[in-house]
């Protein structure tokens, strides 16, 4: 069964609710119109949030950044390549594809805008060797069936990313998608049965109880 529990270091939040941080994350692509293939980085283990989970490279975005979409942009640059050693042309590159926010009932929260970006010819990824440990392509196919076999640690939205992406054979075919897609903030839920937690969609039973 594929994860819907909180991930490494998602602490549940009793108190007040959080108000989330702005992040942008990239979903970097190859294959052209050929074949789709996804980056996906290894966060620290000794890390506190998401420890030993394989990601796509993002973070939130800082103060120098500014406000509103270009300050989104700038972050997934700048986290792209400090991460992944990456650098795509410019902004105009990213495409945007989602929002998400977290589960109100977690208490490390952001609102993260996920954005899709063709790698430049010959982009080799390097992790930083210290936010991240390890980078590497995956089919999104494939990521998810190392996940079930536990050979990978995927948390709940990069797992819902995958299974999108699954739908499409290329890379092209998905940024032509992307760029007629109306993007809608989506907010996952944290619902409890007894001990344990599990995190559910919009639309999902239970979501509105």
């Not at 970097?28 to 949030?49: C, D, Q, T």
């Not at 819902?160 to 290329?170: V, W």
Request: overall charge negative; charged content about 25%; aromatic content about 8%.
């Amino acid at each position: 069964m594929r994860p819907v529990t909180p991930g490494p270091g998602e602490e549940l939040n009793p108190g007040q609710e959080t108000v989330p941080r702005p992040a942008a994350t990239v979903i970097l692509l190859r294959g052209g119109s050929e074949a789709l293939e996804v980056l996906l980085v290894k966060r620290n283990p000794s890390a506190r949030f998401m420890g030993g989970a394989w990601v796509f490279p993002g973070g939130a975005v800082n103060r120098a950044d500014g406000d509103g979409d270009p300050a989104l942009r700038a972050a997934a640059l700048r986290e792209l390549e400090e991460e992944a050693g990456v650098s795509i042309p410019g902004p105009e590159s990213l495409v945007a594809f989602s929002r998400w926010i977290t589960p109100a009932q977690v208490k490390i929260r952001f609102d993260t805008w996920f954005y899709l970006a063709p790698a430049p010819p010959g982009t080799v990824a390097r992790a930083d060797g210290s936010e991240v440990v390890d980078a590497r392509w995956y089919e999104p196919a494939s990521a998810l069936a190392e996940a079930e076999e536990g050979k990978l640690l995927l948390v709940f939205p990069t797992v819902k990313h995958l299974e999108q992406l699954c739908a499409f054979e290329s890379a092209a075919a998905l940024l032509e998608h992307a760029r007629e897609r109306e993007v809608r903030p989506v907010q996952p839920r944290v619902v409890f049965g007894g001990e344990t937690a599990r995190i559910i969609l919009p639309g999902e039973p239970g979501y509105a109880d």
